[in-house]
């Protein structure tokens, strides 16, 4: 089955986007509670935590897990 056009201007966005240096999925998750709190409470973000930040960018997948534990996070605090 071939790619559709969205599909293809997906993958093309996904592998611009990707540095050298990028994060796994694995060591993105491993950090976005940390990235979430600092997040909701506007405080500024270690070097580490801003590679999630472009990584939460770049990947559905995990930006999808980032925004389900803000909501679980925001509802703790109303």
């Known amino acids: 089955m071939p790619l559709s056009k969205q599909q293809i201007s997906t993958l093309i966005t ?3 986007n ?3 240096d990028a994060l796994s ?3 993105c998750l ?3 509670a940390q ?5 909701l409470v506007g405080t500024s973000l270690c ?3 801003l ?4 990584h939460l960018k770049n990947c559905p997948c995990c930006n999808d897990e980032y925004q389900s534990l803000l909501e679980a996070l925001r509802s703790i605090d109303a």
């Not at 990235?35 to 997040?39: G, L, M, N, Y």
């Open 35 to 39: 990235f979430a709190e600092s997040e």
């Open 18 to 20: 990707t540095t050298p």
């Open 25 to 27: 999925c694995d060591d």
């Open 51 to 54: 590679k999630v930040r472009e």
């Open 30 to 32: 491993g950090d976005v």
């Open 14 to 16: 996904l592998v611009v």
């Open 47 to 49: 070097e580490s935590l």
